[in-house]
């Protein structure tokens, strides 16, 4: 598939942009290129406050890889200002796992080549 890397980068950032609106303020990421896929690891921390926030996100990420909406709408993954584009990051991905704890989050997503 074209431009694996550059879609790789764009979930990482769009999961970024949307920890730091909760008000993350230690963010982790790990991106490992494997063989038959990229696992990227990110931890935060959160507030209790924004469990509503939190909930949304894992909704929106385990919503299942597809692939012909992927393939038009990638590109804009990271670039809006007004609005998340998650749902299109859960579109992008084959596996998302998410644990929280009390104040910390840890999404270790999939994405098969």
Known sequence: MKHNKRRISK????????LFNMGATDININL???KDYYKI??????TVKDQEKIEKMI????CGKQE?????YWELAGDCD???ELTLVGMMIDKAEIHTS????KLVLYRYK
């Open 59 to 62: 909704k929106y990420l385990k």
């Open 11 to 18: 979930i990482v950032d769009e999961l970024v942009v949307y």
């Open 32 to 34: 490992k290129e494997k």
């Open 82 to 84: 007004v609005d998340t």
């Open 41 to 46: 690891v990110l931890t935060s921390n959160y």
């Open 102 to 105: 009390e104040d910390t989050i």
């Open 68 to 72: 012909e909406m992927e393939e038009y």
